[in-house]
């Protein structure tokens, strides 16, 4: 039998983390569509209505169903407006491990959304699900993602030489792949306590994680 997770929300003080919905749809095609996002992500370029739509109504719903992760859409509880996504894959049920990619809306970034919708995540994740890892990759030209790394107590453990491809835009404006070391991050149960005081500072931090 397929281990999954609930098919759940979380809250936190300003965010409700959720099944994506299709009027979600729009949203979520133009935050892929920004340039920062295109840079460290895989998503597809341009990234089209047909592509979101298909995320939320399969791709998406398959990463539980099928026992890989579960995908988040992260929303401002008090506009319900798109703030961004939060994504939990590469889930071993025997090492009780899974792996957070996340990404902010252009909008919502500077506000510390990435931090507290990963730390609340985090806090499900250990708590109401009893796992015992929970790991981050960045690339090592992404320094806002390290911040949110950092902000939410995780642990560098090292890196991965020429593990990923980003994006880079020409003087000519296309995008061309460039190779980039990753650092690999992890949180642990008992490293949550001590990141609670960080989350009271809200500056905020963005993040463009790889994107499946």
């Known amino acids: 039998?397929?281990?999954t997770f609930p098919n759940v929300?979380?809250?936190?003080?300003?965010?409700?983390?959720?099944?994506?919905?299709e009027p979600d749809t729009d949203a979520l095609a133009e935050m892929m569509n920004d340039e920062l996002v295109?840079?460290?992500?895989?998503?597809?370029?341009?990234?089209?209505?047909?592509?979101a739509r298909a995320w939320i109504t399969?791709?998406?719903?398959?990463?539980?169903?099928?026992?890989?992760?579960?995908?988040?859409?992260?929303?401002?509880?008090l506009?319900?407006?798109?703030?961004?996504?939060?994504?939990?894959r590469h889930t071993d049920w025997r090492v009780r491990?899974?792996?957070?990619?996340?990404?902010?809306?252009?909008?919502a970034r500077g506000e510390g959304y990435a931090s507290e919708a990963a730390y609340g995540t985090a806090q499900w994740l250990f708590r109401d699900q009893k796992f015992e890892r929970l790991e981050l990759r960045t690339a090592a030209d992404n320094a806002a993602s390290q911040q949110v790394a950092q902000k939410i107590g995780?642990?560098?453990?090292?890196?991965?030489?020429?593990?990923?491809?980003?994006?880079?835009?020409?003087?000519?404006?296309?995008?061309?792949?460039v190779r980039t070391d990753v650092i690999v991050w992890s949180l642990l149960p008992e490293d949550l306590p001590g990141a609670a005081e960080e989350l009271a500072d809200?500056?905020?931090?963005?993040?463009?994680?790889?994107?499946n």
């Open 1 to 3: 039998m397929t281990s």
């Open 38 to 51: 295109i840079a460290w992500t895989s998503a597809p370029y341009p990234y089209t209505r047909t592509d």
């Open 79 to 88: 506009t319900q407006r798109l703030v961004g996504i939060v994504h939990l």
């Open 154 to 177: 995780c642990i560098s453990e090292g890196v991965l030489r020429s593990a990923w491809i980003a994006r880079a835009r020409t003087e000519s404006g296309t995008w061309h792949d």
């Open 97 to 107: 491990s899974s792996e957070i990619s996340y990404v902010i809306a252009p909008w």
């Open 202 to 211: 809200t500056s905020g931090f963005t993040s463009y994680d790889d994107w």
């Open 9 to 21: 929300s979380i809250s936190t003080e300003r965010l409700v983390l959720r099944a994506f919905e």
């Open 58 to 77: 399969e791709l998406a719903p398959a990463e539980r169903a099928l026992g890989h992760g579960i995908v988040f859409a992260v929303t401002e509880f």
